[in-house]
């Protein structure tokens, strides 16, 4: 007798708007070994598939979402800019609290796995801002427990963005001529690469914690 086929998983995705959150939900309708996506967002994301089921919630509210986050895996990718924020008090209230919030709740609800979009140097004790924000919520989703946490390390990011970021269009814009040439962890990395990587990633079965580097991804995701 054949052995029996796979059940599809469910998915969860948080920044499902963003740039790498709405390169990961195109591959994720897409991808036959998952059944359903499950989005939980602010805003709607104009998406239409059989697969996908979209909530629209409060992340600073836990009773709006916190019975939606029933599945398989949490791709969790939210995050703003200071600039959009207003301060970095209310960044991190987004970058960190919220995706911890929505983690946290994930976990207690039994979902087994985490994967986590973070950034390139990602440290707790970083001296730099953004670089220890993201180090922190490494930290402490590390701390949640979940059996298998995926964390994703990208630098910076190419593709089309909803805002203006002048500061990442002139990066950008001086780095891709030399991409080549420089270190993986300095070289543009499209969104889909990423999202590419995350999706595979929630398939590996390995539990534990597993950092994907900037090399790593662009192999991952190519």
């Known amino acids: 007798m054949p052995p029996p086929e796979p059940r599809a998983i469910t998915a969860i995705l948080v920044g499902a708007t963003g740039l790498v959150g709405s390169a990961i939900l195109r591959l994720a309708l897409a991808e036959p070994r998952i059944g359903a996506v499950v989005v939980l967002a602010r805003r709607s994301t104009g998406a239409a598939s059989p697969k996908l089921r979209e909530h629209l919630v409060d992340f600073e509210a836990p009773a709006t979402f916190t019975g939606l986050l029933r599945g398989d895996v949490l791709f969790s990718a939210l995050g703003t800019t200071v600039r959009a924020a207003g301060s970095r008090e ?22 087994p796995a985490l994967v986590l979009v973070s950034a390139a140097g990602a440290s707790s004790a970083s001296p ?73 990633s929630a398939f590996g079965r390995a539990a534990g914690v597993i950092r994907y580097e900037a090399a790593e991804l662009f192999r991952n995701g190519a």
């Open 128 to 200: 730099f801002f953004y670089a220890r924000m993201k180090g922190l919520l490494e930290r402490d989703v590390v701390k949640l427990g979940f059996e298998r946490t995926r964390l994703l390390r990208p630098g910076l990011l190419e593709g089309e963005r909803a805002e203006v970021r002048r500061g990442e269009k002139l990066a950008l814009r001086l780095l891709r001529p030399i991409a080549r040439f420089i270190p993986y962890v300095l070289r543009p990395m499209p969104a889909e690469v990423v999202a590419r990587a995350a999706v595979q």
């Open 90 to 111: 209310a960044q991190y209230r987004v970058d960190h609290d919220a995706q911890l919030r929505i983690a946290a709740a994930a976990r207690r609800n039994g979902v």
